[in-house]
């Protein structure tokens, strides 16, 4: 601890070290900051400054560092830890040189990105599940009717089809700002020091090749303060979760008797203590509070770095458990989601039922305005008339349009308009009003194939994306370990 701490400072309090301590939040960086410790002691020795017998002690001794490595909450965080268990193994001079030439600063800086860069490829796979689920649905239920809702209300008639794609779209927008995240994300801090490099000449971009990033940041000032790609990163899972959250609500809004629409598997439920009648849609349920944390977890980001003047500020050091927290939440919620989309049912008979006639009305206007040659706004006044006596008189809006459009349109614009039972019968019936619906991405079912064929093409690619990144990063950690071996055998 003497040797760590230096000659500037006596022993922290016990108090303030745990305090200040990261360590209970640091696992998921002990990986990382060994294949960061191997790569900087190969680059200090291909550059002369470090004895090629020190840096293959030190290689040794990280080699060796236990897969479930126990950390002491006294020596401050990973970087100290993983340092004490080379010191002890390597010896004090070759061990002492570990941190030549770098600072906690870089490393924990470029052990973020690392293994932040890991989870954003696991998640866009779990997004990429429940895409694949969403579409499944759609598939299944490409002709399968249903209410459109605005404001909760019956609005346009859709497909079950239409609706699942309309999630699934959202879903891969998420997916696609992970990727687009990933390229700012695979960037190395390494060689930046504490923020100003050191006076030796380090190769960087050899550090970042072997540990597969594509790239440095640049400036080192900026590579040891900045964390935008955390706070970038927890910002779109809580985008996803915002998604996941709404399409859960629908879940549990068409899990209740009121809906009926659907019911979700006994896996995906629980019942209650003391109602042995009920099954509650706990997971669902869950997904939607598990979007509230994630939020908090962003909020919390932006405020911790908001006023932090450059560079490193031990404020960062919260940062980092919740970008594991979101990327964790958000994870799982997504496994759960596809899952429970993979086993739940729909009722064909009661979503078709519930879809009135008058769900029709705007598509009856837009005729009455283009075929009769009056404005839309004045469509819309005679049609709405047809709607409120239709409510008032407790009647189907279908028969209340067919039989009373001409005495209404006469009596709110002064102009007698007519148009056959058999039209207003084709106009508000669900099924023919969405298939005479054939602007892209319209519920029709020739749309409807059209979307199910494109989502899937454009799933496929990104997830073969996914694929080529995790080949880079595995053939990275070999090309690591090739290294290290062929050093300690001194080729």
Not at 184 to 206: I, K
Request: hydrophobic share 45%; aromatic share 4%.
């Amino acid at each position: 601890m003497d040797l760590l701490r230096g000659e500037r400072l006596t022993e922290a309090a016990p108090e303030s070290a745990e305090f200040t301590s990261s360590v209970a939040d640091d696992a998921p960086l002990i990986n990382p900051v060994v294949k960061i410790n191997m790569a900087h002691m190969l680059m200090l020795a291909k550059q002369g400054y470090v004895k090629k017998s020190d840096a293959a002690q030190c290689l040794k001794a990280l080699k060796v560092l236990p897969k479930k490595f126990k950390m002491d909450s006294s020596l401050e965080d990973v970087h100290m830890n993983v340092e004490a268990f080379v010191i002890d193994k390597a010896g004090a001079d070759a061990g002492g040189q570990l941190n030549l030439a770098k600072s906690r600063n870089d490393q924990v800086a470029t052990a973020i990105r690392m293994a932040a860069r890991e989870r954003i490829l696991e998640t866009i796979s779990a997004i990429g599940a429940v895409s694949n689920a969403l579409i499944a649905i759609a598939k299944k239920h490409s002709d399968w009717v249903m209410p459109g809702y605005t404001h909760l209300q019956h609005a346009q008639p859709t497909t079950l089809a239409h609706h699942m794609l309309a999630h699934n779209d959202a879903m891969l927008r998420n997916a696609e700002r992970l990727l687009q995240c990933y390229e700012r994300v695979n960037q190395s801090p390494m060689g930046a020091a504490a923020l100003g490099s050191v006076v030796l000449e380090l190769d960087r971009d050899y550090v970042a090749k072997i540990l597969g990033f594509d790239t440095l940041v640049e400036n080192t000032m900026d590579a040891v303060s900045s964390r935008d790609f955390a706070i970038e990163i927890v910002s779109i899972m809580a985008m996803t979760m915002a998604d996941l959250s709404r399409l859960a609500e629908e879940i549990i809004l068409w899990s209740s008797s009121e809906f009926s629409f659907a019911e979700v598997s006994d896996e995906h439920a629980a019942t209650s203590s003391i109602m042995p009648q009920k099954k509650n849609p706990v997971v669902a349920e869950m997904i939607r509070s598990r979007a509230a944390i994630v939020i908090g977890d962003l909020v919390a980001a932006l405020s911790l770095v908001k006023a932090l003047p450059l560079t490193y500020n031990l404020d960062l050091q919260d940062l980092t458990p919740k970008l594991w927290d979101a990327c964790k939440n958000t994870l799982s919620s997504l496994k759960q989601m596809a899952s429970m989309l993979k086993a739940i049912k729909f009722d064909r008979k009661k979503l078709e039922s519930s879809v009135e006639t008058a769900v029709g009305a705007a598509d009856l206007a837009n005729f009455i305005a283009v075929y009769k040659g009056i404005s839309f706004r004045t469509a819309h006044r005679i049609v709405g008339a047809l709607a409120k006596e239709a409510a008032e008189n407790k009647e189907e809006f279908s028969k209340v349009a067919a039989k009373s459009l001409a005495r209404v349109s006469k009596r709110v614009v002064k102009k007698e308009i007519s148009i056959s039972k058999k039209e207003i019968e084709t106009l508000l019936n669900a099924k023919s009003n969405i298939n005479r619906k054939v602007s892209k991405g319209s519920p029709s079912s020739r749309e409807t194939a059209k979307m199910v064929q494109e989502r899937t093409k454009r799933l496929s690619e990104m997830l073969n994306d996914v694929s080529k990144k995790v080949f880079h990063l595995q053939k990275a950690d070999a090309s690591l370990m090739l290294a290290v071996e062929k050093f300690q055998g001194g080729d």
